[in-house]
């Protein structure tokens, strides 16, 4: 079992940066590829970025490449993800989640779930 607090969000101007941070509890995160996934009002959840248990692989939407970046620290149990030139389109509910495996962009192939945190960019 693996419990997911993300934190970090908040209101921004296009072009600044916010990183979040994912805390996981559980003494198997490292055994995790992890992931996050936004959700705008009325759109489904998409995939953003995700990243391999070891920290060597990372898995990217087009939509974000060069402007996030994916970290992991396993021996604090935490994820982190460094957003910058940030656009107005990008404001969402941002989560993260767990999955046994390589990273992808499955939505439902991830078996657990942060409550999310809100990431608003202002023109």
């Known amino acids: 079992q693996v419990q997911l607090v993300e934190s970090g969000g908040g209101s921004v101007q296009a072009g600044g940066s916010l990183r979040l941070s994912c805390a996981a509890s559980?003494?198997?995160?490292?055994?995790?590829?992890m992931g996050w996934f936004r959700q705008a009002p009325g759109k489904e959840r998409e995939f953003v970025i995700a990243i391999s248990w070891s920290g060597d692989t990372t898995y990217y939407a087009n939509s974000v490449k060069g402007r996030f970046t994916i970290s992991r620290d396993n021996a604090k149990n935490t994820v982190y993800l460094q957003m910058n030139s940030l656009k107005p389109e990008d404001t969402a509910v941002y989560y993260c989640?767990?999955?046994?495996?390589?990273?992808?962009?499955?939505?439902?192939?991830?078996?657990?779930w942060g409550q999310g945190t809100q990431v608003t960019v202002s023109s």
């Open positions: 559980g003494r198997t995160f490292s055994s995790y590829a």
């Open positions: 989640a767990a999955k046994r495996g390589i990273p992808n962009a499955g939505r439902h192939e991830y078996d657990y």
